[in-house]
């Protein structure tokens, strides 16, 4: 059985091409043959994708995810598929430590607001659970402020509920240790979405910033 082979572009005013001497029009441009255009074009592609998925990955991190790591990893694709010039093995670095820094101050904030306000072990179990549901349910309700309402809303809930059920403490109690534990994600979501949009606009200057 023989397959069909098409042939090379054959330029003109449409792409041309050739599949067992019949031949199609498919592109109302001539196609590029020179190998250093093809590649600019593939590699322009590449930063589109990788971009596209660096902004949801920062976006997801409102449900308490490190999403803040998919700018990181295309940072490190780019370094391995890229031209060795618009990113390179010291960005990478930079993106890494500024990821990094958003889980390092949602811990932070995670056990300074829990201990500000009373918080137990189980409290900051309900926070972290409550977080993650209530942003997954807001997300399919309304995405983005529907996820950041479930955010916090899910947050107060459980940390309420794991505080005055498993820790015993009263309503009172209960309650200002929800109160704490949603300040203390408030304060994490915010520095981690600066976080990610800094990686965002790195991102986007190191494609395409120097380019004319």
């Known amino acids: 059985m023989e397959f069909p082979v098409a ?9 041309i091409c050739s ?3 019949i031949k199609f029009a498919f592109l109302p441009f001539p196609l590029p043959d ?3 255009i093809v590649a600019s074009m593939n590699q322009f592609a590449l930063e589109i994708i990788l971009f596209v998925f660096s902004v949801v990955g920062v976006l997801i991190g409102i449900l308490g995810l490190p999403g803040n790591f998919v700018p990181v990893l295309a940072a490190f694709i780019a370094v391995l598929a890229g031209n060795g010039t618009d990113i390179t093995w010291f960005w990478f670095i930079i993106f890494l430590l500024i990821a990094a820094s958003g889980e390092v101050v949602e811990q932070i904030t995670g ?3 829990a201990k500000k306000s009373g918080s137990s072990r ?5 926070a972290a659970i ?5 942003g997954i349910a807001g997300t399919l309700l309304v995405p983005f402020f529907g996820s ?3 955010v916090f809303l899910g947050c107060f809930i459980l940390t309420f509920a794991f505080e005055y059920f498993f820790s015993r403490k009263s309503a009172e109690e209960s309650r200002r240790a929800g109160f704490g534990a949603v300040i203390g994600k408030a304060a994490a979501i915010a520095y981690k979405f600066m976080a990610g949009f800094v990686l965002l606009i790195l991102l986007a200057w190191r494609f ?3 380019r004319g």
């Open 7 to 15: 042939s090379r572009n054959e330029g003109g005013p449409w792409g």
């Open 19 to 21: 599949v067992n001497n």
């Open 34 to 36: 020179h190998p250093h």
């Open 111 to 113: 056990v300074a607001g």
């Open 122 to 126: 189980a409290g900051m179990w309900g």
């Open 130 to 134: 409550g977080g993650f549901a209530g």
């Open 148 to 150: 950041l309402i479930g």
């Open 208 to 210: 395409w910033g120097g």
